[in-house]
Structure formats: structure tokens, C-alpha cells
T-cell receptor, first 114, second 113 residues
Framework: DTAVSQTPKYLVTQMGNDKSIKCEQNLGHDTMYWYKQDSKKFLKIMFS???????INETVPNRFSPKSPDKAHLNLHINSLELGDSAVYFC?????????????FGDGTRLSIL | AQSVTQLGSHVSVSEGALVLLRCNYSSSVPPYLFWYVQYPNQGLQLLLKYTSAATLVKGINGFEAEFKKSETSFHLTKPSAHMSDAAEYFC???????????FGQGTTLQVKP
């Protein structure tokens, strides 16, 4: 069983479009994250939700809007896609926000903007 | 503020040779450190974590890391490399009580037959 699953795995779309990425975890965790991995493989946190409450919002353009309908789901909606949005987006989850809590990652969504 | 620096973006070893991937951290508080591995087209998988219980931490797949406060280092080692170890390795430090992870730049490990 996949612990953290993201859909779609690949997303190819044109500049200016709006798209969503979905994430679900079946680990019973209460905290979920979105990370962006750029073409140089650098990973950076974007957002985090704990018990459906936004706790991290890292200087991300407001074209990006996360939404957590419940603790098991965290979706990412992107408006007016730009070329620079091309990246791999990873969802992750953890039990709590403690310093020593490991995060479990999905396999990523590869977003390509034409 | 916390940060990590991985020395060497690319490391190449022969199968059976020692693997050494370097990570140095900067933290104003006692750090919580992690090593993750990313195989091609997959997400990150936790290899091991340091949480101050012991300076030598053993992880999965034969990897281990030693926390050295005097050197602000947390290098990852494996005595004998396997072809299946070829992947991207990330060192990370916990960025506070929000659960945020701050990642290093990553090191690509190549294993030659």
C-alpha cells in the first residue's frame, strides 16, 4: 500500500493554465507538506499544514494555494502557470511537527510548462 | 538559522569501496539531522536520523552516520558500496518546531562496477 500518494505523476501543460496536484496519506499523520525540487535537485519547503491549519507558508507566489480538506489530504492549486513553475513537487507527511519527526514522501509530480 | 552544506555534488566509487558523503551543519540550537536517499523518479526515503541519543547512528541498507559537534559534521558512510546504492543523497536539518526540513544541495552517488 502506498503511504503517501500524489496525482498526477506527470503534468504537462501550457503557460497561463491553472492546474491542481492532489496528495493523500494513509499513515494517520496529522501534518502534511509541499516541497518543490528544481532542475538542480534543490529541495525547498513551500507549505505545511498541521491538523488542517496552515503553519508554514514560505514566500511562495500567491498563485500557489494549498488546501487541506482533512488531515489525510493536502492539495496544491496553481493559477496562471509560468515557465519557472516547471519542477518536481513532492508531498510529505509526518506525525506531529516535533524536531525529530521523520517525513514520509510521495513519489512526486513532475510539472512541465510549455 | 539552521543550514546544511553537502561537500561534493558528485561522488564516484567502485563497487565494494567505502562510501563517504559529507555534510556540515550550522545551527544555533542542538540540531536534529537526517539523511534521505532519492532513487530515480522516486520520492525521498529516510536513511537515518540523529536526535542526540547517540552520536553514531545506524540506518537502513548498511549506512551509518556520526555526529561530531566539534566539527559540526554529520557524514554518511557505508563500508562497501553496492550498485543499488547509486542515487541522490540529501542531508537535512530540522528547521524548528514547525516540522520544516532544510535540505542540503544533494550529492549524487555513482557506483562503478
Amino acid at each position: 500500500d502506498t503511504a503517501v500518494s500524489q496525482t498526477p505523476k506527470y503534468l504537462v501543460t501550457q503557460m497561463g493554465n491553472d492546474k491542481s496536484i492532489k496528495c493523500e496519506q494513509n499513515l494517520g499523520h496529522d501534518t502534511m507538506y509541499w516541497y518543490k525540487q528544481d532542475s538542480k535537485k534543490f529541495l525547498k519547503i513551500m507549505f505545511s499544514y498541521n491538523n488542517k491549519e496552515l503553519i508554514i507558508n514560505e514566500t511562495v507566489p500567491n498563485r500557489f494555494s494549498p488546501k487541506s480538506p482533512d488531515k489525510a489530504h493536502l492539495n496544491l492549486h496553481i493559477n496562471s502557470l509560468e515557465l519557472g513553475d516547471s519542477a518536481v513537487y513532492f508531498c510529505a507527511s509526518s506525525q506531529g511537527t516535533g524536531l525529530n519527526q521523520p517525513q514520509h514522501f510521495g513519489d512526486g509530480t513532475r510539472l512541465s510548462i510549455l | 538559522a539552521q543550514s546544511v552544506t553537502q561537500l561534493g555534488s558528485h561522488v564516484s566509487v567502485s563497487e565494494g569501496a567505502l562510501v563517504l558523503l559529507r555534510c556540515n551543519y550550522s545551527s544555533s540550537v542542538p540540531p536534529y539531522l537526517f539523511w534521505y536517499v532519492q532513487y530515480p523518479n522516486q520520492g525521498l526515503q529516510l536513511l537515518l536520523k540523529y536526535t542526540s541519543a547517540a552520536t553514531l547512528v545506524k540506518g537502513i541498507n548498511g549506512f551509518e552516520a556520526e555526529f561530531k559537534k566539534s566539527e559540526t559534521s554529520f557524514h554518511l558512510t557505508k563500508p562497501s558500496a553496492h550498485m543499488s546504492d547509486a542515487a541522490e543523497y540529501f542531508c537535512a536539518v530540522s528547521g524548528g518546531n514547525t516540522g520544516k526540513l532544510i535540505f542540503g544541495q544533494g550529492t549524487t552517488l555513482q557506483v562503478k562496477p
